[in-house]
């Protein structure tokens, strides 16, 4: 087991490497330089000039990046242009914001999509199976910024402003105004309020595409003999469903975490510049508009990271119970 | 002897007697036959009960016309107005011309037996003819597509006509301007229709793109193995593993965005997905017989390849370049929602839907009838790649 | 030549830069030595503060107390650090809010004592020794007292090319360097210059900076230092207190602001809230949680209006908005074709539908509240399609084919595109406006949208210029100057946009800078402005008002051209009315 893990962590040193050397290169070739933001007519080119020396930007491509790299390693991303501080100080302010937002997204879409895909292959080939089935692919099909957009329209403007409902949400932002005045129990329902339209819109669309993974591991888990058996020997559909079926049902369902996260970080951002959401996906945007390179590589190179990690956990908790894909 | 055939490795033999299936169709019965076909292509097979294909041709017919009829100026002016209306003409002829040969051979075929043989694409058309979900959605792909062609006769207005800034501005659905018009008082409708050209297009021909790479990248690295293979592999792994939209974004936004660019950008980093698949299915054809026996013929390996194994991958990586075209227009769609995708005055769903968010309170259809053609799209894309998945499946499994 | 432009200030105020934080009030990041600066200085801040507070007993007028909360947009990206910030909000947070500058502007933009109690120079027709004398009852927030050593290290600090200070061209025709600045005793400092126009208008937004604190600081690394962000500590009416980054700014009442500048603030505390979202900003206003929404969107106002507890202020503001016309393209290269442009967009309705109204057509870079603004020329150039396709006639552009654009006698067809930025919603509009309007007189436009930096590039780089037309925006200073755009000379720095090589407005701008009597300059301008409007370098669009939405619970607030914060130490709020005591009290 744990050769295993070693294994799939050196393989996953190079890939990061790799990862960061092409964000680097990307970043650093395309035209336009942080300084050309901050130049107003009437600044001398010696200034403008200045500044980028002041920034480290004269120097040639390849210094930059390998002191970058060596700066990586140590742990230093540098210094963010565009919100003066350190690079480091920035990630550890929005990080938990990006990482509150998926954990609970991911948490909603695996929960709800495993139980839809339950009772639909429970209930499957009836009408509530068709039902969901064209529900999930509609949700499926969505862009998550517009269905944002919708539930903002719906639950947040509509329902405060023309029909007046007892609940509504906040259009955006993770807090409001007077947040810091608040106890804690009003802290955490003023996060909640926040979080709800944000994590819905995330995390419905996986859902649709868990729901319908997870109804076809269910169907073929159901077919197998020893639910048969299980049938037959008289246990209750409940015992047969959560206590045999469901447990191997689930294996092949934990590898789309690995394959979600993507698809999640990629989400994030969309979200997160809808609901002004201060996290990873809002900052890289800004930041690529401001030309802030330290910010963008750091931030890219971050989410690839998590990704890579991802992928790993995921693995591991796949060599954890299948004992067959250890020794391969 | 069934798997050598339709694989090119041996001369087919002569199709004996079709083989029907137990479960065929019962043979129906032809309702006014002919004539009735003459009139509206399509009425007949539906009445049959073939609502699938009679639907089809029915539909295109009739659609035909009536865009035809309604947009009679523009139809009547359109060889001399442009290449789009040129284009338009052409569907319009052919599509007409299509729906009624069909329909007119259909109908003097005695017997019901539309996919003969027990080849692997002949039981796959039949499998997934069986799909409803399946068959509605290739239908509703083919009615965007043929929409999409043929916007320039059906668009009510041109999508950058601006009209009166002051009255016209923001007006809800109403019967000039069925899908309201949006803050620069152009119609929400025909801006859709040529949105339309733009998301299916460049869904297509990304996919294109990187179905093309990736296949032939995974075949030859599967094919070859060895150190070359590790190579691709881990690459391949590095950009899977980079959050796409993040890659593009940085891309895009750094240099200036164009439909060149996106539809490149777009098509580049989407065939690693596609090498892994036909390399997996490369892997496990390499050691079967009949590339064995190839490769005791001498054939050489770049024939093997393309002739071969391509082929035999085929099934998979259409289902996923199905699946693929919905997902690129949902990414190009949020890619022009966040200013990087095609430019205005261009319309690009995603970028009406970004017009929409300032308005959201107060003129919701701005936002909300791009991206329910957004979903509507994919939609029918999803159910194709899915009835498609379905119907190739028990292939996939020899 | 001296010119003090601000930057176009319309992009930079909208990109939002967010990321969300926990207390950042002790210095983050790498260096020991910098969190302990950030560490001693807050503390000798405390220290200070509660040392006064103790010693003055709070006055009776019952207007003290309360808190206000402004929300906007934008953050304060380079803080209180006025040798490298450039921003608008930045500079009014470090003018009006934490720091001092020399002098001030009243309603008449004429300059008010504020640092400096007086100032003399050597002799009023030719100028060449500035000399302040600056208040002696001004103390840093952590005790220290503010004296010329503070002037004199701003100064040469400015004046330092490795600071890369911004506004740099301010000292054009100042002597640089220690030698142009001389402390003549700790309250009077003398400046050396040569004679110019407006000598006095680059010290109404130059901060002074803190000569203890930053002193040892190596200009390039100013940028970088966290005082700015992190702890700056300033000699103004309100001490700063915490900055979370993304999310807030928040000041308290300075009690040891100097009695005879109206003492401590009526406020106890002030919070600058970024919210990045404006539906959001204009719900907080309408439910009370913010008291001013700095520039709400047009299409809030009508919102805005109809709330009984909110009120809306607009007043012409600094900032214009104009497409730039490339003449060094055939199509752009004839002034008539450019009046035409001009004449052919109805620039009164775009101000009507853009702006609702709130705004006013511009024809040249003099604002309207320029003293030497010439209102004859105000309704020149009005929409004339008729006149448009005459000048064009006249310019020999005449469709010969039929297609409904002109051409000219080679054959080259009336086409050009016109850029503009991603992200900026307002200069789209107005690409798309010109394209539909321009198309009925027989040009054919393009907009093109082009990232920010790209754009800038394209436009900037002299060897370049790959464009024909773009849209921009610009923020002027109570100082026109107009050369680095217009100048022959500067046609090959970065803004010489137009291609402009006009003798009459070349001598017109090297005048202008140096004629320090306003009588004399008045009958210049007036001709200046003329030239322009013939000439068309750029089709002037508009000077859009400044919209802010003010809460009326929160009185005596002034807000015009000079900034919305320029007597925030003036605001006050009835007792009745402020925010609960949880408020007030804590930190």
């Known amino acids: 087991m744990t050769t295993y893990l070693l294994r799939r962590l050196l393989g996953a040193i190079p890939l990061v490497l790799g990862i960061a050397t092409i964000v680097f290169f990307v970043v650093n070739l395309a035209p336009g330089d942080p300084t050309q933001l901050l130049i107003a007519p009437g600044m001398r080119p010696e200034v403008v000039e200045q500044m980028r020396a002041n920034f480290g930007l004269d120097q040639p491509v390849h210094i930059r990046y390998l002191k970058w790299l060596g700066a990586l390693v140590q742990g230093d991303f540098g210094y963010s242009f565009s919100h003066s501080r350190p690079v480091a100080s920035v990630i550890a302010s929005v990080l938990p914001n990006t990482l509150l937002l998926s954990a609970a997204a991911l948490g909603v879409a695996f929960l709800v999509g495993i139980l839809l895909g339950i009772v639909q292959a429970v209930r499957q080939y009836s009408l509530l199976d068709s039902a969901l089935s064209v529900v999930a692919l509609f949700f499926y099909s969505m862009p998550s910024f517009w269905l944002a957009l919708m539930l903002i329209l719906v639950f947040a403007l509509y329902a405060r402003n023309y029909w007046d409902w007892p609940i509504w949400f906040p259009a955006s932002g993770p807090s409001s105004v007077d947040y810091d005045f608040l106890s804690l129990t009003g802290k955490v329902r003023d996060r909640a309020y926040h979080m709800a339209l944000p994590v819905a819109s995330l995390s419905l669309v996986l859902a649709a595409g868990i729901a319908r993974y997870m109804r076809g591991s269910m169907l073929e888990v159901v077919r197998q003999d020893y639910v048969r058996t299980a049938r037959a020997k008289g246990l209750s559909e409940g015992a047969v469903v959560f206590k045999h079926a469901l447990r191997n049902a689930l294996i092949p369902v934990i590898t789309l975490l690995g394959l979600y996260l993507p698809v999640l970080f990629s989400g994030t951002v969309f979200i997160e510049t809808v609901f002004a959401w201060p996290g990873m996906g809002k900052t890289i945007v800004d ?17 690839a990271a998590m990704v890579v990690v991802g992928n790993l956990v995921a693995d591991v908790l796949y060599a954890v119970v299948d004992p067959r894909i250890r020794y391969e | ?101 069909w329909s007119m051979e259909d109908v003097r075929r005695p017997v019901d037996v539309t996919f003969v043989g027990i080849g692997q694409w002949a039981l796959a058309a039949r499998a997934f003819s069986r799909n409803r979900l399946a068959v509605a959605g290739a239908m509703a792909i083919l009615a965007f597509y043929l929409v999409a062609l043929l916007t320039p006769f059906l668009a009510p207005y041109d999508p950058a006509a601006q009209g009166d800034l002051i009255t016209e501005r923001l007006v809800g659905p109403l019967a000039a301007h069925p899908l309201g018009t949006d803050h620069f008082a152009r119609d929400v409708l025909s801006r859709l229709l040529y949105g339309a050209r733009v998301s299916l297009s460049i869904g297509f021909i990304a996919v294109g793109i990187s179905v093309t790479i990736g296949t032939l990248l995974g075949a030859v690295s599967g094919f070859l193995g060895g150190a070359w293979d590790s190579v691709v592999m881990r690459f391949v792994d590095m950009v899977i ?57 001498g054939f050489s390996r770049g024939r093997i390849v393309l002739r071969h194994l391509v082929p035999n991958t085929l099934a998979p990586v259409i289902v996923a370049a199905t699946l693929g075209i919905g997902n690129t227009i949902v990414l190009e769609a949020g890619l022009s929602f966040l200013g990087l995708g095609v430019q205005p005055p261009t319309a690009s769903w995603g970028t009406m839907v970004a017009d929409g968010r300032n308005h959201l309170i107060d003129a919701w259809w701005v936002a909300t009838f791009p991206g329910l053609a957004i979903v509507l799209t994919v939609l029918s894309f999803n159910l194709v790649g899915d009835g498609l998945r379905d119907a190739l499946d028990p292939r996939l499994r020899t | 030549m001296n010119s003090s432009f601000r930057r176009a200030a319309a992009p930079l105020l909208v990109i939002p830069l967010v990321a969300c934080g926990g207390e950042d009030r002790e210095a983050g990041g790498a260096g020991s030595d910098v969190a302990d600066f950030c560490r001693t200085a807050l503390a000798r801040v405390d220290s200070f503060m509660s040392t006064r507070e103790g010693e003055t007993t709070a006055p009776e007028d019952e207007r003290y107390g309360g808190t206000v909360v402004v929300g906007s947009i934008g953050e304060i990206a380079d803080g209180m650090n006025g040798l490298v910030s450039s921003d608008y909000t930045a500079s009014q947070h470090q003018s009006f809010v934490n720091l001092m500058t020399l002098i001030g502007y009243d309603e008449d933009y004429l300059p008010i004592p504020y640092l ?106 100013l940028k970088q230092h966290p005082y700015g962000t992190q702890c700056p500590v300033g000699n103004g009416p309100f001490v700063f207190v915490s900055h979370r980054p993304q999310e807030s700014w928040t000041f308290r009442a300075n009690p040891a602001f100097p009695e005879g500048l109206g003492g401590r603030p009526y406020l106890d505390r002030y919070v600058y809230r970024i919210i990045p979202e404006q539906t959001t900003l204009l719900a907080d206003l309408l439910t009370e949680s913010i008291d001013v929404y700095i520039v709400p969107r047009p299409d809030q106002v009508e919102q805005i209006e109809r709330s009984p507890d909110v009120e809306l202020r607009h007043f012409l503001f600094r900032n214009y908005v104009f497409v730039g016309w490339n003449q060094r393209k055939p199509q752009l290269a004839d002034a008539r074709v450019r009046r035409a442009i001009t004449v052919g967009t109805n620039r009164q309705q775009i101000v009507e539908a853009l702006l609702q109204g709130h705004g006013r057509v511009a024809n040249s870079g003099v604002p309207p509240f320029h003293w030497a603004f010439n209102e004859t020329l105000v309704d020149s150039l009005a929409y004339d399609p008729d006149e448009a396709r005459r000048l064009l006639d006249d310019a020999g552009w005449i469709d010969r084919n039929g297609d409904g654009v002109r051409e000219n006698a080679d054959g080259l067809p009336l086409e050009f595109s016109i850029k503009y930025n991603t992200g900026n919603q307002q200069r789209q509009d107005i690409a798309e406006i010109m394209q539909a309007q321009l198309a009925q007189v027989g040009m054919r436009v393009q907009p093109q949208v082009v990232e920010w930096s790209t754009l800038l590039d394209q436009i900037n ?48 701008l090297d005048t202008l800078q140096l004629v320090v009597d306003r009588d004399k300059a008045l009958p210049l301008w007036r001709e200046y402005q003329r030239l322009i409007m013939e000439e068309q370098p750029y089709t002037y669009f508009f000077f859009p008002e400044r919209l802010d939405a003010v809460n009326k619970r929160v009185r005596d607030v002034q807000m015009d051209v000079r900034g919305e914060w320029i007597n925030i130490k003036d605001w006050w709020i009835p007792a009745e009315e402020r925010r609960g005591s949880r408020r007030a009290s804590g930190r």
């Open chain 2, 241 to 297: 593993s980079f959050p796409r939209l993040v890659l593009l974004i940085t891309i895009i936004a750094l240099f200036e965005p164009s439909i060149f660019l996106i539809i490149t950008v777009l098509g580049l980093t989407q065939w690693p997905g596609t090498t892994r698949i036909v390399r997996g299915e490369v892997l496990s054809l390499r050691e079967r017989e009949f590339i064995q026996a190839a490769r005791a013929m």
């Open chain 1, 287 to 303: 930041a690529i508009g401001t030309r802030d390179y330290p910010l963008v590589m750091a931030v890219s190179f971050i989410f």
């Open chain 3, 116 to 221: 400096a109690e007086s100032w003399e120079v050597d002799d009023p027709d030719r100028p060449t020794v500035l000399t302040f004398h600056l208040r002696d009852d001004v103390y840093w927030h952590d005790g220290e007292k503010t004296d010329a050593y503070d002037v004199a290290f701003t100064w040469e600090r400015v004046t330092d090319p490795e600071t890369a200070f911004p506004n740099a061209a301010f000292w054009d025709f100042y002597v640089k360097g220690p030698e142009g600045v001389e402390v003549v005793d700790s309250f009077t400092v003398s400046i050396r210059l040569e004679p110019h126009a407006e000598y006095l208008d680059a010290w109404r937004t130059t901060t002074i900076m803190p000569e203890h604190l930053l002193g040892d600081v190596p200009p390039s690394e």
């Open chain 2, 1 to 101: 002897m069934s798997e050598l055939e339709g694989q090119g490795a041996l001369p087919l033999p002569a199709e004996g007697p079709p083989v029907v299936p137990a479960a065929a169709v019962p043979p129906r019965r032809q309702r006014g036959g002919p004539v009735l076909s003459a009139l509206l292509p399509g009425l007949p097979q539906v009445l049959a009960g073939r609502w699938g294909a009679g639907g089809t041709a029915l539909g295109v017919w009739a659609g035909l016309l009536w865009t035809a009829a309604e947009g009679w100026e523009r139809v009547v002016r359109s060889p001399w107005a442009g290449t789009d209306d040129r284009v338009a003409l052409a569907t319009l002829v052919v599509g007409l011309l299509g729906a009624w040969l």
């Open chain 3, 461 to 508: 780089t002299p060897s370049r210029r790959d464009f024909d037309g773009v849209v921009m925006g610009w923020v002027t200073e109570f100082k026109v100057d107009d050369a680095d755009l217009f100048h022959s000379d500067r046609l090959d720095a970065p803004y010489q946009w137009a291609g402009t090589e006009n003798p009459r407005i070349d001598r017109l």
